[in-house]
């Protein structure tokens, strides 16, 4: 699935609501593509603890001054990738401190949506985002991680 197909806009980034976080994202490919990989052997969308949200960066995170990653949301099971999307390091980490820091005293989470042309396939609420470098190690800082939870 080609990463073009793809459209990412964020909520609650940058502003004093303290509302839940919401990334969503759009897709605009092949019918029945995106649904086929979202769900499991027999047909069911796939639920949120089915799936996981990552960040791989392309280059270092101090190497330039906007850099390059890509998110991936993949099923958890299989490991299988459901989608891909390029995306810069200064679109991605202040939604993950918003997310962060919306959470109070509760561990922090957020919302993704994907939808279909504009229509919504699935949500998903999530509390791990996982970042990673360049050379695919875990940058725990940037990371979100629920407390409790060890990797």
Do not use: C, Q
């Amino acid at each position: 699935m080609r990463r073009d197909y793809f459209e990412l806009t964020v909520e609650g980034v940058g502003d004093d609501a303290r509302a839940t976080p919401l990334v969503r994202i759009d897709f605009r490919g092949p019918e029945g593509l995106l649904r086929d990989r979202l769900s499991d052997g027999g047909g069911e969308l796939l639920a949120a603890s089915d799936i996981d949200v990552a960040y791989r960066l392309r280059e270092p995170l101090a190497a330039a001054d906007d850099p390059d990653g890509v998110v991936a949301v993949t099923n958890r099971y299989t490991g299988d990738f459901v989608l891909e999307l390029n995306e810069t390091a200064t679109d991605v980490l202040p939604f993950i401190h918003a997310a962060r820091d919306s959470a109070g005293d509760e561990d922090a989470h957020y919302r993704v949506e994907i939808d279909v042309e504009g229509d919504r396939l699935v949500a998903y609420d999530k509390d791990t985002f996982l970042v990673y470098d360049h050379e695919g190690n875990l940058l725990r800082n940037e990371s979100l991680i629920p407390s409790g939870v060890e990797l």
